[in-house]
């Protein structure tokens, strides 16, 4: 799998949102991963080990950002 990510990637998780949506956008980057739903707005902060580990796919690469 690819490990590299951007920020404005759209991510599916192995696991869903209690809301009912699994597609997240990446809105930060660094030692931690900021993720928000795009069903809910909700945000979440998980480590990037975690977020590696519990990243299914890519939806949409954001390939405008170096």
Do not use: P, Q, T
């Given at each position: 799998m690819n490990l590299?990510?951007?920020l404005g990637?759209?991510?599916e998780m192995?696991?869903?949102h209690p809301c009912g949506g699994n597609e997240w956008e990446i809105i930060r980057l660094g030692a931690d991963i900021?993720?928000?739903?795009?069903?809910?707005?909700?945000?979440?902060m998980i480590s990037r080990?975690?977020?590696?580990?519990?990243?299914?796919?890519?939806i949409f690469s954001n390939e405008d950002n170096n």
């Open positions: 590299v990510f951007k990637d759209i991510v192995k696991k869903g900021k993720i928000k739903c795009r069903n809910c707005g909700r945000l979440v080990a975690d977020f590696n580990k519990r990243v299914k796919k890519v």
